[in-house]
T-cell receptor, first 112, second 113 residues
Framework: EAQVTQNPRYLITVTGKKLTVTCSQN?????MSWYRQDPGLGLRQIYY???????DKGDVPEGYKVSRKEKRNFPLILESPSPNQTSLYFC???????????FGPGTRLTVT | EDKVVQSPLSLVVHEGDTVTLNCSYE??????LLWYKQEKKAPTFLFML????IEKKSGRLSSILDKKELFSILNITATQTGDSAIYLC?????????????FGKGTKLTVNP
């Protein structure tokens, strides 16, 4: 089954404690992306990657890091989480230049 | 300034009504416009539009793009309670070699029985 998986699905953590949210896709897609979704602000892109070792900033990259060492995986790293990073996070993938994104199930992160 | 603006932000209708959702955009080097539906979980793809004036249709949903006026509409006829969702519009922003995907804030549609 074609899918994008994310882990964990729910996470409560404390300010400053480094965390990683994993994302994996099995569709051999080149383009992968991370979004956060907040009430009233919609879905905003954090980082995206066009292929292995190629990453670039989206509209809200501050406080986040990503890496793309393998085509299928695109982890999101919060080195020092803060309460304003409490949000619903989605990973997505697509063929490059397609933009028909397949979304993961989401990760609800709470930073206290 | 938002590059993708959706209206209305929310809409409540009765089953059987027809609704029109709007999406206007402002990006250089336009390539495509996409519509997604988000129920309780992750967004799912509905349509991708690249050419002006050509309607895309899937059952009771249809969408059309006007590249001259920089907007798209999503029509849903004979609405059902299962159409209740947030509808998202997105446009690739390729300015300066970027490949960002910019979403509007969405239209929350509630269909009451």
């Amino acid at each position: 089954e074609a899918q994008v998986t994310q882990n964990p699905r729910y996470l409560i953590t404390v300010t400053g404690k480094k965390l990683t949210v994993t994302c994996s896709q099995n569709m051999n897609h080149e383009y992968m992306s991370w979004y956060r979704q907040d009430p009233g602000l919609g879905l905003r892109q954090i980082y995206y990657s066009m292929n292995v070792e190629v990453t670039d900033k989206g509209d809200v990259p501050e406080g986040y890091k990503v890496s793309r060492k393998e085509k299928r995986n695109f982890p999101l790293i919060l080195e020092s989480p803060s309460p304003n990073q409490t949000s619903l996070y989605f990973c997505a993938s697509s063929r490059v230049n397609s933009y028909e994104q397949y979304f993961g199930p989401g990760t609800r992160l709470t930073v206290t | 300034e938002d590059k993708v603006v959706q209206s209305p932000l929310s809409l409540v209708v009765h089953e059987g009504d027809t609704v029109t959702l709007n999406c206007s955009y402002e990006v250089t080097n336009f390539r495509s416009l996409l519509w997604y539906k988000q129920e309780k979980k992750a967004p799912t793809f509905l349509f991708m539009l690249t050419s002006s004036g050509i309607e895309k249709k899937s059952g009771r949903l249809s969408s059309i793009l006007d590249k001259k006026e920089l907007f798209s509409i999503l029509n849903i006829t004979a609405t059902q309670t299962g159409d209740s969702a947030i509808y998202l519009c997105a446009v690739p922003d390729t300015q300066g070699g970027s490949e960002k995907l910019v979403f509007g804030k969405g239209t929350k549609l509630t269909v009451n029985p």
